[in-house]
Structures are given as C-alpha cells and as structure tokens.
C-alpha cells in the first residue's frame, strides 16, 4: 500500500504490486465509478467521464438538462465526448503554415494546442460528463474543491484539453479539483424564442449540484466549492453569481479575463433569434413564422454535424463574439447588470478577479491570419474596454456591498510561454491558466521553463488554492490586500516575473474607463484610432 493511503470513508482505496493500482470504486449519484491513478502524480486518482446529465439528444436536444441516475460500475478512466464546437477563431493550419509571416514562436502552435486546439477530440451531443481528481488521505478533514469552467466564447472549449488537466492541482497542493463540459454554441445558447435559453449555464448549475451531493464521497468538503474559470468561464463564474441568488451553493467566485460586464458577454433576445431563425430557414425546417413546435421538431431530426455546418461561418471580433452565445432571457441572463451590481443583487460571496496586461497578444495572430489588421493603439483599445475596464466596475461593486473583494493583474512573460516576437505577446489572454494548472510544462521540449516561471506558478497556484480554503480570509493571509478602488490594492501579479502582490492604484489602469460600453461603440471607437 502507498505509504499514508488506507480505505477511509471516501471510499477509495489504493493497492499496488508493481506497476499495477487498483482503486475501489466510489459510490455517487451517477452509479459506481472506477477510477484510476493519474500519471505522473503522488498518487493522485482521476475520475473522468462521469456522466451528470442524461444525454441530450432527442427531445432533449434544446431542453434543460436532466439529472443523471444511476447504479452500475462505470469505467470513469477517459474523458468523455468533447460537446459540439464551432471553432471559428481556434488556431489552424493556415496560421500554423504562415507562422512566419505573424512571427509565431517555434513553441506557438504546441502552446495554442494545449489551450485552444480541438481537432483531434472525439464530439459527441451526449457529453455532459464531468472529471474529478483528489488524492486520498487518511484525514477526516474535507478538502476545499475548486470546481474549473473552461473559456471559448461559449462556441468552443472542453475539458479534455491538455491545459485544463486538474491532476497537478489536486497532487501538489492537495484540494479536489473539478471541471465540467457544457453545451456550446448553438446547441447551447440556441436563440430559440420559442424555448428555455442558455441551456449551457444550466448545464453548469446542473454540475455543480452534482458536485454538492457527490463531492463528499472524493473528500471534498460541499461548503468549501469555490467556481473559478477563465474568459468565458469568467463569464460564466459570473454569471453564476447573479442567477442563483436564492441558493448559491458555493462559497467564492474566482472570475479570470471575464464579467457579467463584458461587452461581448451576452446579447439581446432579438438579435438572438434573427440567428437561430437564420440557421432553421437554411436547413428547410421554417422561419419564424412557422410553427413553433413543427420548427423545433424538424430541428431535432437533423444530426448535429448538419445543424452546425448550417452556422454561418465568422472570423475576426464576430467570430469570438457572434451569435450563440448566452441570451438575455431575465432569468438566467439579465439586462441590467450594472443596475443590479449598483443594488447588490447579486450573491454575496468573496470574489477574486482580475485579467492579464495583454490580453490581445492572442488574439493579434488570429486575427491578423484571418487578414484582419488593427493598429498597436486599437489593439491597446481593445485591451482595455474589454477587459480592464470590466474587471474595475465589477469589483468595485462588490467593494460597494461589503463583499470580500480582490483585484488581479497579471503580467508574467515568459520564454516558453511566448506566443509572438513582433511584437511580443506578453501576458496574453489565457497565459495564466497554464501556470496555475501547472500545464505549461508542455512545452518543455521546446523551450525550457525558468526558474523564475517554477517560482510564479507555485505563487499563483496557491493564491488560488488559498482563496478556495478560505475564501473570506484564505489571500489576507496569504498577503493580499482586499481591493479598495481609491487605494493602492490592484495586484500586480507576476510583475517583472518576481512574486508578491506587488500593488498599485487602480487609477494607473482604470482611468477613463465607462461602464456599458457597447460592441458597437467599440467598433466606431476602433475607425477613430
């Protein structure tokens, strides 16, 4: 037996001869999972593939998710099906081709794979699973669960991505890490007027429901879920927030690179439709003035591949934005954020927040092998509607409610993790991710890891691994002061590549910032720079 590892009321056990483990099975809502040990770990089991949701399909195409049930042994040893994406900004062969003209670095490409790239995953519609992993402890005490949600603008993204991969959380610092897929693109955020939207936000309620009733069983503590995700998933995380009032389940938000004020956040019913509408006339089932029900059951016969090759096919600031994405429905998505931040309605629960110095510094090469230019101002521009100017107005609402608030902005530039030369990528959009999951050891045979990068990724992970343990007090502790906007307490992460909070006035990044800036606005404002 493992040294320290015994059967104890998690109910996984671990035995070994030779290379061999086998792991009793752990007892959850879904059925009996049989899990396995996660490579290159200390002895950290992973639960992947755990259906949470009956699969939908059929009826349930276009229908809230429906709990999954069960108690048979399932082989919880592979990732389950990656949901229907309609990548129209993931990187390709044709940016992979022209690197060179785009000043891609060597390491580019394999970089972007481990965050982005999805062609080599298996789709299916019958992908609502979800993945644990936890290392055993003969403890009683339950461990913090950080429960991840994956970015791409809610038309891309899984949690078999090589980035995302929770098994160097759980072993290195010993909290139960959870990810979860979600529908996507049309087939989660249909438009339909006619039908429940955002199908894909009440997938990840859904999950983390199942996380509350089951997480016990890996060792988990069901009053410490804090929701972290990135882009996206910050949105997302966000989201969350604001819907789920009355019963919040978890204990802190930790929301990276994206707000309920992102201006690419959501869109309005209407615009919405036109979309939905759009895809139905081009597959012969009707427009909006068929009937409803004839409509959607027509929309059902079609396979899935057929629905989203009918998905007119974007590039530039609409492919990242676009249609398909979360719609304002006053339920789940509301459209006045900035009026309820203002009123605290929202869930009062501690927040950690922040976004990165350069966030474009991804988007530039996409962008730029799509034949779309923009000037070093506009891009700056970008940089800071998007995403500063979000990330302050959120969190100084918070403050305003007397919620636990922190502030984050993170400037770690590293070797291997260096997207472009000219002009450098900087701390782009998702680069963090990498170094708290202790992913960006992928590109070690390109370009080694400094030390300096080792040393980031240990601080930032147990910053956030901190909140997760303690989210009133875990980053006070740690070091970090609570966000005021009118005091020097934005964090400065990984500035100059050193440790510490580092702070500074908001006032150095925020100023001029306005609140609900349109997608529009930004466009006219991009023709004036």
Not at 30 to 48: D, K, N
Request: with cysteine.
């Amino acid at each position: 037996m493992f040294p320290g590892f015994k059967a104890v009321s998690l109910g996984i056990a671990l035995y070994t001869s030779g290379s061999a483990a086998a792991l009793q099975t752990v007892k959850t809502t879904s059925g009996q999972l049989q899990g396995r040990l996660a490579s290159g770990t200390t002895g950290v089991v992973e639960y992947l593939g755990i259906p949470y949701a009956q699969p939908p399909v059929g009826r349930l195409r276009w229908a809230p998710p429906e709990p999954f049930s069960g108690s048979g042994v399932i082989d919880a040893t592979e990732f389950g099906y990656t949901c229907p994406a309609n990548a129209t900004f993931a990187p390709n062969s044709e940016l992979t081709a022209r690197s060179k003209e785009f000043s891609l670095t060597e390491q580019a490409p394999m970089i972007l794979e481990n965050l982005l790239e999805q062609e080599e995953l298996e789709y299916s519609e019958d992908c609502l699973t979800l993945n644990v992993w936890t290392r055993p402890t003969t403890s009683d005490t339950k461990k913090a669960v950080l429960f991840w949600i994956y970015g791409g603008g809610f038309k891309t993204g899984s949690t078999n991505v090589t980035g995302y991969n929770g098994k160097y959380i759980a072993d290195l610092e010993d909290v139960v890490i959870v990810s979860a897929n979600y529908r996507l693109n049309i087939f989660g955020f249909p438009g339909n007027p006619n039908i429940r939207n955002n199908l894909g936000l009440l997938d990840q309620r859904l999950a983390v429901e199942w996380v509350r009733d089951n997480i016990e069983a890996f060792g988990g503590d069901p009053n410490r879920i804090t929701l972290f995700g990135q882009s996206a998933g910050g949105e997302s995380v966000d989201f969350y927030s604001f819907a789920w009032t009355s019963d919040p389940i978890v204990a802190g938000f930790i929301a990276e690179s994206g707000t309920v004020l992102s201006p690419s956040a959501q869109e309005d019913a209407s615009t919405a439709a036109k979309a939905w509408y759009n895809v139905t006339a081009t597959l012969g089932c009707g427009d909006e003035s068929s009937e409803p029900d004839a409509l959607l059951s027509c929309m059902r016969l079609k396979d899935w591949e057929t629905v989203q090759n009918a998905i007119p096919i974007t590039s530039g600031i609409s492919g990242v934005t676009g249609s398909f994405v979360p719609t304002i429905d006053n339920i789940v998505i509301f459209d006045d954020y900035a009026a309820r931040l203002e009123a605290g309605n929202f869930i009062y629960r501690p927040l950690f927040l922040g976004n990165n110095n350069n966030e474009i510094g991804l988007f530039r090469p996409i962008f730029e092998s799509e034949n779309l230019t923009l000037s070093d101002a506009q891009w700056d521009y970008l940089n800071w509607v998007l995403y500063t100017c979000p990330a302050s107005y959120r969190a100084s609402g918070a403050v305003s409610s007397n919620v636990p608030t922190w502030r984050y902005r993170y400037f770690g530039e590293f070797p291997n993790l260096r997207l472009t030369i000219n002009p450098d990528s900087g701390a782009w959009h998702g680069s963090e991710v990498l170094l708290i999951f202790n992913t960006d050891m992928g590109v070690q045979n390109i370009v080694d890891r400094t030390p300096e990068e080792g040393q980031i990724a240990e601080y930032l992970r147990k910053a956030w691994v901190s909140f997760a343990n303690d989210p009133e007090n875990g980053l006070t502790k740690y070091g970090f002061p609570r966000y005021n906007p009118l005091e020097s307490t934005l964090l400065r992460l990984a500035y100059n590549n050193e440790t510490g909070p580092q702070p500074t006035y908001p006032a150095t990044y925020d100023t001029g910032c306005v609140i609900g800036t349109t997608l529009a606005e930004i466009l006219i404002t991009l023709e004036s720079l």
